[in-house]
């Protein structure tokens, strides 16, 4: 398959923005990335449950042409680690997702999540304060009424911008099990979050009380054959939502139908070929990621080798299907043994569906034009980054003779994985998580 060099590498150069440290724990590695609705903000959660949250700059009159860049807009401990007495179980304070709403007024709002707490928070801007109150002085100490002599008009004074971030809602208690997945719906009122075994539905004024809408746990844990691996409400029909599985299947269910959606109204499964079977079949096939298409009329699916595009009219077999890193197919006993083979790896379509992202090993992430067929490996690392320069394609070479622009697959670091990635709604503007260090590429302007 030709490499189309002369579109996608030069779609993106390397960061306008790198979030990073020399030296990092594993409290600074980046968890989740996500746009905004308009893509003017840009939020990173972290294994600390730090949530860091980047503006775009505005265009300078100066270079019209210059798209603006990320700076540092908020930056806020969203979770804290906790210990469940009555279970002994430490709480890890690691944010596994953000979820934007879209903006309604002057503040933002998203939802984070731990394993086990959602919170809603309020992202907003401060830049007068009030000043001459009547009970109070202007250091806040309350007066003696017996000194006040005179009413007085509190009058709003400029001050240096402040961004305050506050939790609006904290939605506890809710799940057994680790939180995977949350999903706003369509009608902005409801969410979703989704643990191993079942999926709540919360309303989002209320905190003490969720639906549970699906539960696939089995009376007897011992007959328990799959778990729940993400799920997401459909972009704009507010009653439907999928979740995928570990055994590599994808429901589709109608929230018209019943309460519970414990009967989907859609499978959506690929067969084995029995020709490829091994003893690693099923945890390759295992679902990381599912995401609706902006149009609402196809899935898209990462499992640990590939990435699937379903139409949601056709059950049987994927559309099409994309291997993101097939020449690790004779390294799976190696990856096993190392916990590599359970890395959850996730998928993003760009702001017209026509382009996949997903990431691999050594830093790569991979693109696929639905269009032309096309693909390329790009690489995010600080050697070959510097502003305003080009990605140059990446290629590996599997046994043979190595050209020299070619990595080969032995020498591949498994310790630098790309999972979580993000692109702009709207532009050609990708943010790439690379352990520590946050990536964002954007178009070359000429």
Request: with cysteine.
């Amino acid at each position: 398959m030709k490499c189309f060099s002369r579109y996608l590498p030069y779609l993106f150069r390397p960061p306008s923005t790198i979030l990073s440290s020399s030296c990092h724990t594993e409290a600074d590695i980046i968890s989740t990335v996500e746009f905004n609705h308009t893509g003017e903000l840009l939020a990173t959660g972290d294994k600390g449950g730090r949530v860091v949250v980047f503006q775009r700059e505005q265009e300078s009159k100066n270079q019209p042409h210059r798209r603006g860049e990320y700076n540092v807009y908020s930056t806020f401990q969203s979770h804290e680690p906790e210990f469940d007495y009555l279970k002994s179980l430490e709480i890890e304070e690691k944010i596994n997702k953000i979820r934007w709403l879209p903006q309604q007024n002057a503040a933002y709002y998203l939802l984070s999540t731990n394993d086990k707490t959602v919170k809603l928070w309020k992202i907003s801007e401060r830049d007068k304060r009030p000043e001459g109150y009547n009970l109070k002085d202007d250091d806040g100490r309350i007066r003696d009424p017996t000194t006040i002599t005179a009413l007085r008009v509190p009058v709003l004074r400029p001050m240096d911008l402040m961004v305050e971030a506050a939790p609006r809602r904290i939605f506890s208690n809710g799940h057994t099990y680790h939180i995977n997945s949350i999903s706003v719906n369509s009608d902005y009122e409801t969410y979703m979050s989704t643990d191993d075994l079942r999926i709540n539905l919360w309303n989002l004024e209320i905190t003490n009380r969720s639906f549970n809408i699906v539960d696939i746990k089995p009376a007897n844990m011992e007959e328990l054959t799959e778990v729940i691996t993400a799920a997401e409400f459909h972009p704009n029909h507010c009653n439907t939502f999928v979740y995928s599985s570990s055994k590599g299947s994808i429901r589709l269910c109608d929230m018209r139908a019943s309460a519970l959606c414990d009967n989907h109204s859609k499978f959506f499964e690929e067969p084995e070929d029995p020709n490829n079977r091994s003893f690693f079949s099923e945890i390759i096939s295992s679902i990381s990621d599912v995401k609706f298409s902006h149009s609402g009329r196809y899935l898209m699916t990462r499992d640990y080798l590939t990435v699937k595009v379903w139409d949601l009219n056709m059950e049987s077999k994927p559309l099409e299907t994309y291997l993101v890193h097939d020449y690790l197919r004779s390294k799976l006993c190696s990856l096993y043994e190392n916990d590599c083979i359970f890395d959850k790896f996730e998928c993003v379509w760009n702001g017209s569906d026509s382009v996949i992202m997903t990431g691999s090993y050594n830093n790569f992430f991979r693109m696929f034009d639905r269009n032309t067929k096309r693909d390329v490996t790009l690489e995010a690392s600080r050697e070959n980054s510097k502003p305003r320069a080009v990605l140059k394609p990446r290629k590996v070479c599997v046994g043979g003779k190595r050209r020299k622009d070619e990595i080969s697959v032995d020498s591949l670091d498994f310790s630098k994985k790309i999972l979580h990635t993000a692109w702009h709604p709207n532009e050609n503007i990708i943010a790439v998580a690379a352990t520590n260090n946050l990536y964002i590429f954007q178009d070359k302007v000429n």
